[in-house]
């Protein structure tokens, strides 16, 4: 027991150091990770060749699982963006809920688009959209500003291929079909709960004074169909895959047919064919050049380059919490405390979200601390990658660039930021919460 809690206080001045270098002193947080890890493995013992084949065991594994996924999907998400499908999306969705129903319209656009592009792609697309619907319906703009970054966190801390529950779903090897199908019956509730139904209670926080936005040439946009379908082709491919994984028998697991939708719906195959659906219908047969279209994958890459990097560094951590044992240690003092692995995990990633304020950061480590738990506790490994990802997102404070982005657009004062954005976080991260728990009782 003496050895759980060393373990636990080294962990802890562990995070304590990882914070002060990325706040405090602003250390990059990639590089924050490489030395936190180091000095972690160091306080644990580990011997030092160990640590250095540990951070390339570390940063191998985790991008070979994960780094194809994440390409691609940046690289759907950018196309779709440039070529104007996204706001096709939302506009044809807003005006056919029409005004009475906006924070509905804007809601459920928002969570289609957020389908595909990663949070800050869709925050920066969207955000025009809805100043020009405050303009003309002269409505709040947070009466669409906030149901907008609701549907796009929740899609962000549920669904893949985002890179939060992509991460944690590979780290804990939990099937990512079936990771997004309970997803999206966990994120359906979460986003009208924190988008619609939450502004009720703060309509009388105003938002900054519309200004005006260069609206794109709304009669060169794709259609609505086409929009949609480039969206949604992986997320049809790995859905159709999973069910027919879970809802048939044996015997047609052994058919050429089955065998055939398994490998287009495993996510590489789904998102390679996905890119590949888009750079014909979104750019060559509208027009676009090889060329530009290229330009267009490079910068979806280019977006997540930094990205990709913390997640790296997150494989070292976790990689490091393992081969010094000290994952192991805390995994069975949870086990052995009777506590339930769902909330034990999301308390878990809630502490560091808070500390850190970086959602990937949080959410890997996490996985990591909780892994061995996995095996023991024969916990659902697909709502453990939920419940991780609820906590990931929870009371966005000053410390996480999403609180100031929100601040800024929407020219609010820090309180009135944190009676809304971080509010709306909480929200979603504790009824995400409730809802992971009520699946599990059925699944």
């Given at each position: 027991?003496?050895l ?24 990059n ?7 936190t890890s180091i ?55 807003i ?17 289609l688009?957020?389908?595909a ?14 100043f ?21 966190s ?10 939060g ?20 019956i ?29 609206n ?6 794709p ?6 379908i ?5 997320v ?22 089955y ?18 659906v ?17 330009k267009?994958?490079?910068?979806g ?17 976790k990689?490091?919490l393992?081969?010094?044992?000290l ?17 034990a ?24 601390i ?74």
């Amino acid at each position: 027991m003496n050895l759980i809690f060393i373990d636990l206080l080294i962990l802890i001045i562990g995070i304590i150091f990882l914070f002060l270098v990325i706040v405090k002193f602003k250390l990059n947080s990639f590089l924050s990770l490489l030395l936190t890890s180091i000095f972690i493995g160091l306080a644990l013992g580990m011997d030092i060749q160990k640590i250095s084949d540990t951070i390339t065991k570390g940063l191998g594994e985790t991008l070979g699982g994960l780094a194809i996924i994440l390409s691609i999907g940046s690289m759907l998400g950018k196309l779709m963006a440039d070529s104007g499908a996204a706001r096709k999306i939302a506009i044809s969705v807003i005006n056919s809920f029409g005004a009475q129903n906006i924070r509905w319209s804007v809601c459920i656009a928002s969570f289609l688009v957020g389908f595909a592009l990663f949070y800050e792609v869709g925050f920066i697309l969207l955000i025009p959209i809805v100043f020009t619907i405050a303009n003309e319906l002269k409505i709040n703009p947070l009466e669409a500003g906030i149901p907008m970054v609701a549907a796009l966190s929740v899609t962000h801390g549920f669904l893949p291929p985002h890179p939060g529950p992509v991460m944690i779903a590979d780290t804990l090897k939990a099937d990512l079909g079936l990771t997004l199908f309970y997803g999206c019956i966990v994120a359906t509730p979460v986003f009208i709960v924190a988008g619609p139904i939450f502004y009720s209670f703060v309509r009388n926080i105003k938002g900054r004074e519309v200004t005006s936005f260069e609206n794109q040439d709304l009669d060169n946009l794709p259609s609505f169909f086409t929009s949609v379908i480039s969206a949604l082709i992986p997320v049809i491919l790995m859905l159709l895959a999973t069910f027919l994984k879970f809802f048939s028998n044996e015997s047609f697991h052994q058919n050429s047919i089955y065998k055939v939708i398994e490998f287009l719906g495993s996510p590489n195959i789904a998102l390679l064919l996905a890119i590949l659906v888009a750079i014909y219908i979104l750019g060559l047969k509208r027009g676009r050049t090889m060329s530009q279209i290229g330009k267009s994958l490079e910068g979806g890459v280019k977006s997540i380059a930094m990205i990709l990097l913390v997640i790296a560094g997150g494989g070292v951590l976790k990689q490091i919490l393992i081969d010094s044992g000290l994952s192991s240690h805390i995994s069975d003092f949870i086990n052995k405390s009777s506590f339930s692995p769902l909330i034990a995990a999301w308390l878990i990633v809630s502490l560091l979200r808070i500390a850190l304020g970086s959602a990937s950061v949080a959410a890997i480590t996490t996985a990591s601390i909780v892994l061995p738990l996995t095996t023991v506790s024969g916990v659902n490994l697909e709502l453990m990658v939920l419940s991780i990802g609820a906590g990931s997102v929870i009371l966005s404070l000053p410390n996480d660039p999403g609180f100031w982005m929100f601040k800024e657009f929407f020219n609010l004062s820090i309180k009135q930021t944190l009676l809304t954005w971080s509010l709306l976080e909480t929200i979603i991260a504790v009824f995400g919460l409730i809802m992971v728990l009520i699946l599990n009782l059925f699944v």
